[in-house]
Nanobody
């Protein structure tokens, strides 16, 4: 059974940093693209970042480009979202999701592209 667990959220001040982690069980990330999504209060869920199954390609939404970095550690079967220079607008529940992918280098960024989801982890950025 494919399961994902996202953790690492917390409360930080503006300009601070957090690292979110996504752990997988029942499968390895080698054959899966992994995306991070977030949902702020009263807003729709949006795609934040994605890393391809090969790890060779990444994608970021415009508002986090240059501040967030997605990475994978195959040995630990983990995917991370490093978040720097956090802003109040980054406050949201963050989710990781995975999609089986036979095409290395392909990224996806819509919710319906992903079949496996972890529970969310809350990130709160205060000024």
């Amino acid at each position: 059974e494919v399961q994902l667990q996202a953790f690492g959220g917390g409360s930080v001040q503006v300009g601070g940093s957090l690292r979110l982690s996504c752990a997988a069980s029942g499968f390895t990330f080698d054959d899966y693209a992994v995306g991070w999504f977030r949902q702020a209060p009263g807003k729709e869920r949006e795609g934040v970042s994605c890393i391809s199954a090969s790890g060779g390609r990444t994608y970021y939404m415009e508002s986090v480009e240059g501040r967030f970095t997605i990475s994978s550690d195959d040995a630990k079967n983990m995917v991370y979202l490093h978040m720097n220079s956090l802003k109040p607008d980054d406050t949201a529940v963050y989710y990781c999701a995975a999609r089986f992918s036979l095409v290395p280098g392909t990224v996806w960024m819509t919710q319906t592209d992903f079949g496996s989801w972890g529970q969310g982890t809350l990130v709160t950025v205060s000024s």
